[in-house]
């Protein structure tokens, strides 16, 4: 298969999804599906680390809002246009990701978790003493005047993050497909192994951090745009860590479709309990339903279809 | 040049005030078939993992063909062609038996090319090994015996001129025992130089030219299998005084 072939697909899907959205008119349902779109972006980055390679990373939040007030910065100092946000968060969490790529060498397991945890605990603690950018009170960002062709800015932001979803689903896409992509779940299935067998897996492991940090980067440059006041506790949400964890873990995390497919119903499953019964509500829903599927359903969705697929044609 | 495939020069391993190797040296031939024993706890894995560079030793040199490799990482020495297995079967556990041998086929034989026919050359060292039928089979499923013919078949899917075996045979029957010895004579037939680390010493003295015995971090015989066997030494580290 062509290597744009998945990516063409993907924009043939968020066009169709925007068109079906254009023709409800009502603004609300752009405000959701970003939010979702958005966790696609998160789940797909943090399973490039988390997934493929087998480290899991809590510090979500640190490269999302890292992405954010970078984007934030950006914005203050020189009215920076939207691309150039997107891809300074991007350059920005990369180079995060690099670091904790280095962490690797040295913690393995749960005391990487740990580490990165802490990561976005003191990131947020900068932020917060950080005045230029806000501080703790956070800062109002105006968005720029809708481009033609768009009624509002949040119907534009819904489109840049929809095509920043699909690009991210590519790259997944691809490296899953690659020679790296088998290197890195070798390094996940047996690091001290897939050294031995010629496999360079401290250079994988700093591709790894860094592409995901990339795309964790750029989910955040956005967000600024998007909610207009960006203070602290929004962006270092610890409902990113969660979800970004949790939403490929629920779909499958050996897959590109696993994330896809856990961001696509817990993410929607969230933004209904939202509206509808409470906003306090979201933790819960993806605490019983990650609970349920560790027991039930370890290979998450994709690998819960496979097998009874397989069952069913052996 | 040594002239030695393989030449280990005064090497000294710590772990803190543990001195796991002092000053072991030994050469291994090419083509050689070259056993490595000594009692628990002597250091035989210990300077395994110095020379496929799991570790790195605190002194010494070793040399491979000639050329220092104590600063290479791990990978690039199985580039070179030191591949090992494991004592502790160590397979990928989300793939199948094939897909096992296609990891160290990517990226130690052909690491610039990651070609093609990868695949078809795992399939022809499975049948090499014997372990063709269970190709597509996931790799935890193997039973023990499976197990260890994988462990060689993805040793020498990296396309090792120096095959080191590290306790290859532990927890197999006689007859299984057999087999693996087997299959080492005839790799070693093809042009592999290996080194064997074992406690059975049936199979170690029947497969080694030579045999280095290691005991408290020291090397303290070197010799033939029978030079070994009536050596002082050797006796009083294994059964006391």
Request: hydrophobic share 50%; net charge positive; aromatic share 10%.
């Amino acid at each position: 298969m062509k290597r744009t072939f998945p990516f063409l697909i993907g924009l043939s899907v968020l066009l169709v999804l925007f068109l079906v959205l254009r023709g409800v008119g009502n603004r609300y349902y752009y405000f959701a599906s970003y939010v979702i779109l958005q966790y696609v972006l998160l789940a797909t980055a943090w399973n490039i680390l988390g997934g493929y390679t087998g480290y899991v990373n809590f510090g979500t939040p640190a490269f999302f809002a890292l992405g954010a007030y970078t984007a934030v910065l950006l914005i203050l100092l020189f009215k920076a246009p939207l691309p150039v946000l997107i891809v300074a968060g991007g350059l920005v969490g990369g180079l995060l990701g690099l670091g904790i790529g280095y962490l690797t060498l040295r913690l393995k397991g749960v005391f990487f978790s740990i580490a990165t945890l802490a990561l976005a605990v003191v990131l947020q603690t900068m932020v917060v003493n950080w005045e230029y950018v806000g501080g703790a009170k956070g800062i109002n960002i105006f968005r720029p005047p809708s481009p033609p062709w768009f009624s509002n800015y949040v119907e534009f932001l819904f489109l840049v993050m929809g095509v920043l979803a699909v690009a991210s689903v590519t790259v997944a896409w691809w490296i899953e497909r690659s020679w790296i992509g088998r290197g890195l779940a070798a390094i996940r299935d047996n690091e001290e192994a897939a050294e031995c067998m010629g496999v360079p897996t401290l250079k994988l492991k700093l591709l790894a951090t860094t592409v995901s940090g990339f795309l964790l980067g750029v989910a955040g440059a956005p967000f600024p745009y998007y909610v207009t006041l960006v203070e602290p506790a929004s962006a270092f949400d610890l409902n990113y860590a969660v979800n970004s964890l949790a939403m490929p873990m629920i779909g499958g995390t050996t897959t590109w479709m696993g994330p896809v497919v856990g961001a696509v119903l817990l993410g929607t499953a969230q933004q209904v309990a939202t509206v509808t019964i409470s906003s306090e509500l979201n933790l819960l829903i993806v605490g019983v339903v990650l609970v349920g599927f560790v027991i039930l359903a370890p290979q998450g969705i994709v690998g819960l279809v496979r097998k009874v697929w397989k069952e069913r044609t052996a | 040049m040594s002239g030695f495939l393989l030449e280990v020069r005064n090497v000294t391993k710590r772990f803190g005030g543990f001195t796991a190797l002092n000053t072991v040296s030994l050469q291994v031939k090419e083509g050689e078939r070259f056993g490595l024993i000594g009692p628990n706890g002597s250091g035989k894995t210990t300077l395994i993992n110095c020379i496929s560079g799991a570790l790195r030793n605190d002194g010494g040199q070793i040399l491979f063909r000639g050329r220092d490799i104590a600063a290479l990482p791990a990978h690039q020495r199985t580039r070179l062609g030191i591949a090992r297995s494991f004592q502790i079967p160590k397979p990928f556990a989300s793939m199948t038996v094939l897909q096992n041998l296609c990891i160290p086929l990517e990226y130690a034989a052909n690491p610039t090319s990651h070609g093609a026919d990868v695949p078809a050359e795992a399939m022809e060292i499975l049948r090499l090994i014997g372990l063709h039928a269970k190709a597509h089979a996931m790799s935890v499923g193997l039973n023990q015996i499976e197990m260890r013919k994988l462990e060689l078949a993805r040793a020498m899917a990296a396309r090792p001129k120096l095959l080191i075996s590290d306790e290859g045979m532990a927890g197999l029957s006689s007859g299984e025992v057999d087999d693996i010895l087997n299959l080492l004579f005839k790799l070693n037939e093809g042009g592999i130089t290996i080194v064997m680390i074992e406690h059975i010493m049936r199979a170690v003295m029947r497969f080694s030219e030579r045999i280095v015995v290691l005991d408290a971090g020291e090397k303290i015989a070197e010799g033939t299998p029978d030079e070994v066997v009536n050596n002082k030494a050797v006796e009083k580290a294994y059964l006391g005084e």
